[in-house]
């Protein structure tokens, strides 16, 4: 049996993530393996108990609230545990998820790495320090072609928003989109959103 593993499977929207996780979960379920799919319930593309890809793949999920309940539809049986969109997790699911391999099972994840301010998403830095394999996945940039797009853009109405826009923009019309480093915008805060970055390298009083 294929244990103790975690297999993570990160990248911006748009890069496959969820393709991939369920392509490798068809593969469990050909080796005859017992597996759980996991996705939570703040997941707005799902419908009903089933997780659904961008390319109109889906399978049965079970839908959690938070990380602890992820124990409570997980069993002794399961040799696998598969579940999307990790950056949605509260701080529990570093734990959960250890306690998932330490018991021998085998988990794959999925998670955006970056928010729309290109900054960690969630607890997708632990996780991704947990993980025994991470699949960094790029996408098609939606602006010029390139096919290293590892950011996501926030859109309203067609135009980038600043990293101070509401998290819910009522009445706008907002969407997101995959775009490489080069065409990635972020108005009026570049820098500091580096300045964020520098300070986590800068040890010392
Ligand atoms: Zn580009």
């Known amino acids: 049996m294929q244990g103790y593993i975690f297999e993570l499977i990160t990248g911006p929207m748009g890069c496959g993530k969820t393709e991939e996780l369920l392509r490798r979960v068809r593969r469990t379920i050909i080796a005859k393996k017992k597996v759980t799919v996991i996705s939570p319930e703040i997941d707005t593309r799902a419908h009903g108990d089933y997780i659904e890809s961008r390319n109109g793949l889906w399978l049965d999920a079970k839908k959690v609230k938070n990380a602890a309940q992820i124990l409570t539809v997980t069993n002794d049986e399961d040799e696998i545990i598969a579940i999307d969109e990790l950056q949605f ?29 290109a900054e960690p998403f969630g607890y997708m830095p632990e996780l991704m320090c947990l993980a025994t394999k991470i699949d960094k996945l790029a996408a098609v940039c939606m602006k010029c072609g ?50 964020r970055e520098f300070k986590l390298l800068h040890f010392g009083a």
């Open 89 to 117: 997790f509260d701080e529990n699911i570093v734990k959960v998820i250890s306690k998932l391999i330490d018991s021998g099972k085998k988990v794959i994840g999925t998670g955006l790495d970056l928010d729309f301010k």
């Open 146 to 195: 390139s096919e290293n797009a590892t950011r996501t853009q926030r859109l309203v109405d067609g135009q980038p928003v600043d990293k101070n826009s509401p998290l819910i923009m009522i009445g706008g019309n907002e969407t997101y989109e995959a775009r490489c480093m080069k065409c990635y915008e972020l108005p009026d805060c570049k820098s500091e959103s580096r300045k």
